[in-house]
């Protein structure tokens, strides 16, 4: 087995919860109408750009563009973020807690837009726990590309063989692999749990 040094968390579904649909239940009360804007107008890869360094006044006229008749609810996203971001996962932050308090090194590696990154992180303290963050919109670099990978192991001095990845997304955990590293997929703070007992962390 080898020592793993370095541990990496993924930020949104791994320590906070993140769901678009929360911030339109009342925008767009009918739900088949909702599901089709989400997954129409404001859709994943649209949100992804953001993450990417997009601005959000671009990234709204990309959509009123294209989709007129919906510009407040376009418009909305950004505005009722917050909404989207409920609570965080207590179980999960626990975790990365105590890891820090045993002394491990953990870091955090977070596909996020720089503006919400900064409202994460004035609303949920423990983001500013571990030793560092690379944010996805600050670099213009994206999960699962390879280079984002390479660029945290530089900025914080990992070794890629002796790191951990935690990542909700499959795609990002197979990326974090090719780039050399061990990764888990998180699925709740138990299994979790499990994974780092596995591999000698707890």
Known sequence: MTEIRHIVFDIGKVLIHYDPDLAYRDLIPDADDRRWFLETVTTGDWN???DRGRG???AEALLVAD?????PNIRAFRQNWHKMVPHAYDESVAILEALIEDGHDVTMLTNFATDTFAEARERFAFLSKPRGVTVSGECRLIKPDAAIYELHARTFGLNPKH???????AKNVEGAKAAGWQAVQFTDADALTDDLKRLGVL
């Open 48 to 50: 992804l750009e953001q």
């Open 56 to 58: 959000w006044q671009d």
């Open 67 to 71: 989709f007129p008749d919906h510009e």
């Open 163 to 169: 790191t951990l990845f935690i990542d909700d997304s």
